[in-house]
């Protein structure tokens, strides 16, 4: 089992700034994607960003050039740091683990779940 717990939302103005943060326990953690979604009410869950044990990265389009994910292995610490926010990155941001290799966009393959932040950006 692995245990994910996020932190770090709140509430800022469009173009300004949040590190979101997730502290993961009970397993090793190098191995595993880590990852980060967003939830926006009324929507489905989506892939936001996430990044591999070796460093490897991926990006949804609406955050390319924004948004920047980044993890320590050695603190089992995933962290997102997003700037420039817009009024439609308000959601729920939830913290994933995934033990595949590859770097999957999709809920139904990562295997554990944080409880979620609140992000919200008003205009």
């Known amino acids: 089992q692995v245990q994910l717990v996020e932190s770090g939302g709140g509430l800022v103005q469009a173009g300004g700034s949040l590190r979101l943060s997730c502290a993961a326990s009970g397993r090793t953690f190098s191995p595993y994607v880590m990852g980060w979604f967003r939830q926006a009410p009324g929507k489905e869950r989506e892939f936001v960003a996430a990044?591999?044990?070796?460093?490897?990265?991926r990006y949804a389009d609406p955050v390319k050039g924004r948004f920047t994910v980044s993890r320590d292995n050695a603190k089992n610490t995933v962290h997102l740091q997003m700037n420039t926010l817009k009024p439609e990155d308000t959601a729920v941001y939830y913290c994933a683990a995934d033990s595949a290799y590859s770097i999957a966009t999709t809920t139904n393959k990562y295997d554990y779940w944080g409880q979620g932040t609140q992000v919200t950006v008003s205009s």
């Open positions: 990044m591999a044990g070796g460093g490897r990265s």
